[in-house]
């Protein structure tokens, strides 16, 4: 049998009696990439300034309904306020950071990002004190308007901190071990909306009676304080020569990249599969209220807990990608998470009302999403150089966050005219033929071995 990995043909040694074989490499282990102090300090950071992100909103919600709603008043119309301030910088901003991630250090927008989100945060309290007794503005309270100020700019800084983030994981992981790192991220992420959803509001509660009103706001300030000091132990390896030092244009620079991105069809595929598999996860969170609603076990006010749900079998799918991942090929593996998300969201939109088979339906669905965005993600990482890093992942950054944006709206709506189970068959559909489609297009482009 000839061997895989022969020594190169250039090597010039003579056949020693005895000599013992070359080691033949290695296929990567899940856990390698724990050994790397730089990875562990981005993850380290990533751990805090997630749990920071997915509590934040919990936090602002938590103080519009204590000192901003009226008793009697709906919530509704002051969430949807703050929910528009925390999603316009997403969408404006997305792009643009990602020129600037690509021209400046990733370590620092990773540490300055982190911290003026901290400072922010731990800044409310003393915002809501001084505005307290001034005149209302527009009708509403000037704390209020100062509270959508900070959701605005803590969003802000959160756009450049996904594209350096996702720039530096390619700086300090070897590709080999690109797979594992991110099924390790995603599986992180997943921990944090469960803790969002799961014990975020009595997090705060406990905070808030250990130090009196202003707990919550250190618990969340504060993680994004940690985070940037964690990271401040990271080594990129990026040096002034390495960073672009050119004169730009911010919307040269967003054609450029959308110019490369349409030449590179594996990793526009990978988008598209991106794209579409966050708009169906997204179409689902608003669903969810409705399908705790109609499952006589739960209350509508508990869909977090089916949220939870999903967002745990996202981390065990994630789990699977790093043991296994790498005995298939990114596509195949897209393709099989797509079709398994096809196949679990029909069982959900036929037993929608069955609480215990609707929970396994939701966990298998969160699995097969776990195995089409980590695979996705990775080909991206893989197939862009590094000078164009930034502008890709802000691009990217800015078309999932249109994808997640647009199901809030459509979703409801779509569910009111149709029904539950039909809109939840839709989803099936577009799943299944995402995943064809790029699998198709990736199909076509995938190089021949002796290429």
């Not at 992180?188 to 009676?209: K, N, S, Y």
């Not at 039909?422 to 021949?448: E, H, M, N, Q």
Request: with cysteine; net charge negative; aromatic share 10%.
């Amino acid at each position: 049998m000839t061997h895989l990995f022969d020594p190169p043909a250039s090597t010039n040694i003579p056949n020693l009696p005895h000599q013992p074989e070359s080691p033949q490499p290695q296929e990567p282990q899940p856990t390698s990439v724990l050994k790397n102090a730089n990875f562990l300090s981005l993850w380290s950071g990533q751990i805090f300034s997630q749990i920071a992100d997915k509590v934040f909103l919990v936090l602002i919600i938590a103080i519009v309904s204590t000192q901003f709603q009226n008793e009697g008043e709906t919530i509704s119309g002051w969430v949807s306020s703050v929910m528009v301030a925390f999603t316009i910088p997403a969408i404006l901003f997305g792009s643009i950071a990602g020129v600037y991630v690509d021209r400046w250090s990733k370590k620092w927008v990773l540490v300055t990002s982190n911290l003026l989100r901290g400072v922010l945060v731990m800044a409310t309290p003393l915002l809501l004190w001084t505005t307290k007794d001034w005149t209302p503005l527009w009708g509403s309270p000037v704390g209020f308007w100062g509270l959508l100020c900070i959701t605005f700019l803590v969003s802000t800084f959160t756009q450049f901190f996904t594209p350096a983030e996702q720039s530096a994981i390619t700086l300090v992981v070897e590709k080999p071990n690109l797979l594992s790192a991110n099924s390790i991220y995603t599986t992180t992420i997943m921990g944090a909306l469960i803790l969002g959803f799961a014990i975020g509001e009595p997090l705060l509660v406990f905070a808030d009676q250990l130090i009196h009103q202003i707990g919550k706001e250190v618990v969340v300030g504060g993680s994004y304080l940690i985070a940037g000091l964690i990271l401040l132990l990271l080594r990129t390896g990026e040096t002034r020569e390495s960073l672009h030092k050119d004169d730009f244009h911010v919307w040269t620079d967003i054609k450029q990249g959308l110019q490369y991105l349409s030449t590179q069809r594996s990793s526009l595929a990978a988008l598209l599969q991106l794209v579409c598999t966050f708009s169906v996860t997204a179409a689902m969170t608003v669903l969810a209220v409705r399908l705790a609603e109609v499952m006589p076990e739960i209350k509508s006010e508990q869909f977090g807990f089916l949220l939870a749900d999903a967002s745990l079998g996202m981390a065990v799918g994630a789990g699977f990608v790093a043991k296994f991942g790498d005995r298939f090929s990114r596509q195949n593996l897209a393709l099989i998470g797509s079709i398994g998300m096809a196949i679990f969201l029909s069982g959900l939109a036929v037993f929608c009302d069955r609480f215990w088979i609707g929970l396994g339906m939701i966990a298998g669905t969160g699995v097969f999403a776990g195995l089409c965005m980590i695979p996705m993600q990775t080909v991206i990482q893989e197939d862009t150089p590094e000078e164009k890093r930034g502008i890709v992942f802000g691009l990217q950054n800015n078309a999932i966050n249109i994808a997640l944006s647009l199901p809030l709206a459509v979703a409801g709506i779509a569910e009111s005219y149709f029904g539950l189970s039909k809109v939840i068959f839709a989803l099936s559909a577009i799943a299944l033929v995402t995943g064809f489609v790029t699998w198709y297009i990736s199909r076509k482009i995938v190089p021949t071995p002796d290429a």
